[in-house]
Structures are given as structure tokens and as C-alpha cells.
């Protein structure tokens, strides 16, 4: 069985799905999955119970007859500024980059569906592979890094030296002996630009991170309070964060990608007042394409500037105003298919709360007043701390 399916098939056929970049890893004994069970022990998964499956160690524990993890990359960069470019504006806070599109799970599932169905119809019976896009019991970057798709990085992103790191992965378990890529060569050197930028701490030493302390792990993923100590660090982030890879120099010249889901969505007209809408920034003609991160001067210092209401009204910067003002259903309708709603209604609210109060910005007095008025403990908790918080910052 599966004789005709051979490593250099499989990248093709991914390729051609429009993956960009596809390698094989061994389902064996990786130096990295032994690394594991002592990050767990250090506690780093904080309230992630799911990576304590002891599944998670080992692809074999999810097909026992596994031979080989198919590893799919695809981008998700678009050209927008970076978080570290743009002003702090004390009206707005900042979505992560990779959740201003659709939900990134349904693009990768339906191209790896495509591809198991294909690999499935040339290998015969017999065949099996199992299908991941982040949701099950796999240490995808492990299995990335060892299929040739980056190196994993000191931020413990997997980084490529042409994508960059903003890419998602995907993944296929397969009983399919398939002859494995070679790993990169680690490309971070001497740098620790990454260690430096992280305002919480989280990257406790290079290539490990405590996810307790990552704003990434605090705005979508934890349910409760944000530990007091680390609001302030979040500075304007209501969903994410993206500063260990927005300050790398891997990430400078990344190619980006115009694959219509991952264009930043347009916020509903309520959220802002009216304004002209000027015509969208150029990208490459062919859909899905991936061209050199290079828009035309202007129109670089015109997002960076954020002078541009398509980009202020889209969902990398929105209003906190706004974002604080949503109703559930409302969340529910604007976050539909896209990756926020993971946060949950009262997370994002919890989090804008705490932007409101790194801003300084005294118009939210009112509103933030109204939280620390209502039944919800955990908001009206974090909404007394964001009106302290408020006065310092104004008098900072
Ligand atoms: C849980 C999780 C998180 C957690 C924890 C992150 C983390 N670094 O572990 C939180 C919520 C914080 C998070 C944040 C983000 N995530 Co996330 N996340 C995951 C998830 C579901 C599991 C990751 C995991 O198992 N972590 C456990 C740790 C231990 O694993 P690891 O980092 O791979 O660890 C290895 C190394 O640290 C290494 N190691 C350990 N010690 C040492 C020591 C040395 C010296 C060396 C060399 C190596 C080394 O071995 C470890 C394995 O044992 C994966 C999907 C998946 N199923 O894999 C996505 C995933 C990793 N996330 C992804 C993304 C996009 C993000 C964010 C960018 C989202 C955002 N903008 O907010 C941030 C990035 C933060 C960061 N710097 O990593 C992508 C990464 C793509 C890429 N190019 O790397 C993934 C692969 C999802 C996907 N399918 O695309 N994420
Ligand atoms: S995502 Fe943000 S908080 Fe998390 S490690 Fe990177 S810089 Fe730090
Ligand atoms: S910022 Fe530097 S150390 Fe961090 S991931 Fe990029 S190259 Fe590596």
C-alpha cells in the first residue's frame, strides 16, 4: 500500500491546493516532545487543561499504525501595519493580525480535506490519516520544525525565512511511510529583539513561553480575572497580540497573502460615525497570491498614520467605544466566523475595559462607571481597576 504516494507528491498536491509550504515530519521520537511534559510541570499551560492530554505527546498516541505528520503552512499576512507601528489612539484598541479575516480553521480543514481525500484515492485501502488545524492533541510547531517548514523561534513561533511567521499550520496524521524534509537552520542568532518587546514577561527564556503571562493566552483563552499585575502591560490589546513577531526582522519582508478571508473585515456602519471611504489599498490581482509585503509609499504612510477611515473601521482597530457598547447578539452577528468570538462576549468586554483604562481617555469615565455599577463581579472588578488605572495614566 501506497507505493505510488511519495513525499514529492504530496508537497505538490498541497501546493497546488494553495498551501504555501507543505513538509513531511516522522511520526518518531522528537527531541522537542520529551521537552514538554517539564513545561507542563512548570505550570505554563495555566488554565489550558487540554494540552495535558497525554495525547499531546506523541502523534502515535493518535493513530497507533502513524508513520508520517503532513504539515501544511498557509499565510495569513496582509499589508497592514504592524502593532508596533501605529500610534497608540486613545479612542481604539488593536485585534491581533491573525484574527481580522475569517476563522482561519474552516480555510486550512477544507484544503487538508482535499488533500487526505486525494491521498486516500492514490494510496488505496488501508490508508488512514487523521486531520488537525490547531483544535486536537498534536504539538503542531514540533511537528512543522521537523517536516523543514521554519525553525521554532525564541518567541516559539515557527518562522520560514520567506513567510515569516505569520503563517497558520495544519496537519496530517498518516500511516503512510513518507520520507521526512530537514529541519532549517535556527535563524535568531544572537537576537532577542522578541524577549525584550514581550511587555508581560511571557517569554521566559528563549524558545519557551509561560502562556500565564501571555496577552494572547489573557484575552482570548483565560475565563477569569486578568491577574492585576499584568492589565497594565496589555496597554490596548482587546484580542491577542502580536509583538514577538511583529518586532522580528524575519517578519520585515514576509510575503503576504490577498486569499479573501484573510483580508481585514469592515466593521458594521454603526460602529463608526459616517465617513468617505476611500478606495481599498492595492493589492496583487490574482486571488490567493502571495506578493512582497511592498504596498506604494503613500499608501504605507497613510495606514501607518492612520489617516485612513478603511483602516481605522476595519477589524485591526476598532473603537473601544463601540466594542464596549455591543450587546451579545450583536457580538455574535459582527464576530461570526471570525476567530474573536473565542474570547466570548464578556471576555472582550473584560478586555476593552482594561484598554479603556490604559488609554487615559477620560470620555470613558461614564461608561466605565457603569461596568463597576453592574452584577457582573468580574467586570465591574476590572472596571474599578480600569478607573484607577485611568487616573494614572492621565496624570503619567
Ligand atoms: C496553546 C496555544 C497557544 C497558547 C500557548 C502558546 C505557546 N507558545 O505554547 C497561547 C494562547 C498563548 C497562544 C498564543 C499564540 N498562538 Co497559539 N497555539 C496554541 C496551540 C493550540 C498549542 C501549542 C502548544 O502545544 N503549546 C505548548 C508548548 C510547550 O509548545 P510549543 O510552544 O510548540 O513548545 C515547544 C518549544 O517550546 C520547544 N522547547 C521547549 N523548551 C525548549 C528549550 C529550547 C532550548 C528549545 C530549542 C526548544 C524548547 O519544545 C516545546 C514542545 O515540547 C497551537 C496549535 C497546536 N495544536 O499546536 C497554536 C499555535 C501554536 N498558535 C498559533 C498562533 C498564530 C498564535 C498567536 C500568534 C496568536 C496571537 N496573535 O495572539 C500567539 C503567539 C504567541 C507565541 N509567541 O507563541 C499558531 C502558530 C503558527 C506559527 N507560525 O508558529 C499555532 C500553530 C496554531 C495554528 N494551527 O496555526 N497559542
Ligand atoms: S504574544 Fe505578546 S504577550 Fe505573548 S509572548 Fe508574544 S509579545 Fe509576549
Ligand atoms: S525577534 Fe529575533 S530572537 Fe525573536 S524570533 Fe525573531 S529572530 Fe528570533
Known sequence: MGAMVTSTWVVEQGRALGFDKVGVAPAADLEELALFPAWLERGYAGALDYLRNPKRRDARRLLPDARSVVCCALAYDTHR??????PLDPERGWISRYAWGDD???????????LRARMAERAGPGFQAKLYVDTGPVL???YGKHAGL????????LIDPELGSYFFLGVLVTNLELSPGDPLPDGCGACTLCIEACPTGALVEPYVL???????????????AIPVELRQPMGRHVFGCDICQDVCPWN?????????????????????????????????????????????????AATVRGDSMAEKDSFLHPRLEWLASLTEEEFREVFRRS?????????????TIVAMGNSGNARFRLLLETFAASDDTLLAEHARWALARMEEAQHS
Open 81 to 86: 501595519p504592524r502593532s508596533t507601528e501605529v
Open 104 to 114: 482561519y480553521h474552516t480555510v486550512l480543514e477544507e484544503k487538508l480535506e482535499t
Open 140 to 142: 503542531e510547531r514540533v
Open 150 to 157: 521554519g525553525w521554532q523561534a525564541k518567541n516559539t513561533c
Open 210 to 224: 509561560d502562556a500565564r503571562r501571555c496577552i494572547s493566552y489573557l484575552t482570548i483563552e483565560l475565563r477569569d
Open 252 to 300: 520585515a519582508k514576509s510575503l503576504v497573502t490577498n486569499l479573501p478571508p484573510f483580508q481585514p473585515r469592515a466593521l458594521p456602519n454603526h460602529a463608526s460615525a459616517p465617513k468617505p471611504v476611500p478606495a481599498p489599498l492595492a493589492l496583487s490581482e490574482v486571488e490567493g497570491r502571495l506578493s512582497p509585503a511592498a504596498p506604494a509609499a503613500e499608501t504605507l
Open 339 to 351: 476567530p474573536v468570538k473565542r474570547a466570548r462576549w464578556r471576555g472582550l468586554l473584560r478586555n
